[in-house]
Every structure is written in C-alpha cells, then in structure tokens.
C-alpha cells in the first residue's frame, strides 16, 4: 500500500488512536459492539506521554488507519500495542508500523525487547517472526478482589508514593533503577515512572525495608481513563531486588499494592505475570489471584532475559 504514510503521533491523534485499539481488539474478541471495548480504560495517552519520539501512526489518504509504541525500559524494549483497524487488516500496514519501532530499539542499544500477542492467533506470531520474535512463555494476566487490609505485623517493610515526596524523587528513581538492575542489567523504569506522575494515571508504590532502602517498587494505573479501567488498580510493573530475600520482600509488595488499591478507593487490583517467572507466578496465585486470560511472550533475541524462575517481577509486556 504505496499511499501508507507513518509518521510520529501527536497529542491530536491520540483519540482517534485510541478508537482504532479498543475497535481492532473489540473486533478480534468478536465482541458485538468493538468499539466499546475497554471503554473505560485509555492505552493510546499513557505510552504516548512515556514517549512521544516512540509513539507512531499509520495514515491513509490523511486518516489514521493504525498505531503502535516503544516503550523504553532502559536495556529493554517492549512494543505495542500495534492495532490496524479492521477494515484495513492484511494489507502489510502492520510490518509498516513495526519498522520505525524497531529503530528506536537500535538506536536505544537496548539488549532484549518483546511484546505480548495473543496466544491463539497465528497471525500475529508469524508477522513478528518477521523481525526476528520468537514465542515463548505464557503470560497470565490475573487479577483479585481487594478489602482493607494491612501488611502483617511481623512485616519489616513500609511503604510510600512516589508523588508524596517531590524532594526524594530523584532519590526514589536511583534506587529503583539499582532494584531493577539486580533484575535484569540495565533495565530501567524511570520514563514509566515519570509518565505516571506527569498525567495523574496512578502513582508508584515504593517499597523500603527496615533500613530504609528501597528493595521493590510497583508502578500503578488507578481507575477509569488508564490502563486500569474503572474500579482496577493494575501494577504495569513491579520488582524486588533479586537476593535471598525476594519471596518474602515480593509479597510485601503485593500487600503494599493492595493497601495502595485501597487507599484510592478501588476494589479489584490486576496484574499479569510471565510464566518464566514461576516463583512469582506461584506466589500471586497463594494470594488468591485467579487468570483472566492468557497471553504469549514474543521475545528478541530467543532467549527468557528476566523472565527466569527467580526472578520476582510483575509486568505483562501489553
């Protein structure tokens, strides 16, 4: 389709980008009215505002007809997601919109990068195996009903937000980066981080241990008009520092996040886990998370980076 353009998104395409995601996942669920699907949650605004430089549309003959995302996690790279609207499917729009996000990637240096896709379409396995995505790991995404709570009394950790202390917030991104290096050398959440503060989505939730050192933190889309949707709390990425400790400082998180959840007023907290992960895929589910549905890992190069049995990590690469 010579008449495709692809350029850098705007502010102003924002709304019709996302219109096209909730109509072209509507459509692939074979959901009667698609276009309402998830209309109450926004992808489209969070990941422009991590990024704009990685945020691109596809135009024909002037109007949006697609998008897709870079999200820059330091030594990482996650894209997506990249919808085409369904008049316009199977037309090579796809491998079109991959292409400026794949040179992000290189220019970034980053040493892996993946995505989720669904499991059961080999469409959208076989056009990411253009660019060298390999599947590997299923991707539960989870989610349990929240009531007031506390952390148990024998507990040694506390918890703030990010928002809450505008004097150690540089202070705040060091130290999430040293957790998330112990994770996975040089990934970095500090645009995720920032982008949550800058637009109100949520905040992030930081963990510290008796000495005061962050050991684990959850970034958190709160309520209707994130990725949350209306009454979710959903953890687009948590960790902890990867020692002997992990188990115990991971579910100190989860209990952090739940508090946090309530805190906000809402009542259902959602987050996805790699299968790789199984340790922390094993410790949701001791804490009453059921699976909402399945995704697929695609990973470049073919290997698991972070995604490892004792690695404790909540994200779900949408």
């Known amino acids: 389709m010579n008449d495709i353009v692809v350029r850098h998104m705007t502010e102003e395409d924002i709304q019709e980008a996302d219109r096209i ?50 999200l820059h996690w330091g030594s990482v790279g996650i894209f997506g997601p990249l919808t085409i609207h369904p008049d316009h499917w199977n037309k090579g729009i796809g491998s079109k919109l991959m292409e400026p996000v794949m040179r992000c990637f290189e220019k970034w240096g980053v040493t892996h990068s993946g995505a989720m896709t669904f499991a059961n379409s ?20 989870m989610s349990k009903k929240i009531e007031p709570k506390s952390i148990p009394s024998n507990s040694k950790s506390t918890w703030t937000r990010y928002s809450e202390s505008k004097e150690n917030q540089d202070k705040y991104l060091e130290e999430c980066s040293q957790v998330t290096n112990t994770v996975y050398h040089g990934l970095d959440l500090e645009l ?23 050991v684990g933190f959850a970034i958190c889309h709160c309520g209707i008009n994130t990725e949350a949707g209306n009454d979710k709390c959903y953890v687009k990425f948590g960790a902890v520092k990867a020692n002997s400790e992990s188990q ?71």
């Open 122 to 141: 080999p469409k959208h396995i076989n056009l990411y195996r253009k660019f060298g995505y390999h599947p590997r790991f299923l991707i539960p995404v």
């Open 192 to 214: 995720e981080i920032k982008a949550v503060d800058k637009i109100n989505l949520g905040d992030t939730v930081i963990l510290f241990d008796e000495s005061k050192e962050i």
């Open 248 to 318: 115990s400082i991971f579910m100190n998180l989860l209990n952090a996040c739940e508090e946090f959840a309530v805190s906000k007023g809402l009542s259902t907290l959602v987050a996805g886990v790699n299968a790789g992960r199984y340790n922390a895929y094993q410790s949701m589910l001791n804490q009453n998370f059921s699976i909402d549905f399945l995704g697929v890992s695609l990973h470049r190069p073919n290997n698991g980076a972070y995604n490892i049995t004792d690695r404790y990590v909540i994200d779900d690469w949408r």
């Open 21 to 70: 995601i909730r109509l072209a996942f509507g459509t692939f669920r074979g959901l009667e009215d698609p276009e309402n699907y998830r209309a109450d949650a926004m992808y489209a605004n969070p990941r422009y505002n991590a990024d704009p430089s990685a945020s691109f549309v596809a135009e024909l003959n002037g109007k949006i007809v697609g998008s897709n995302f870079g």
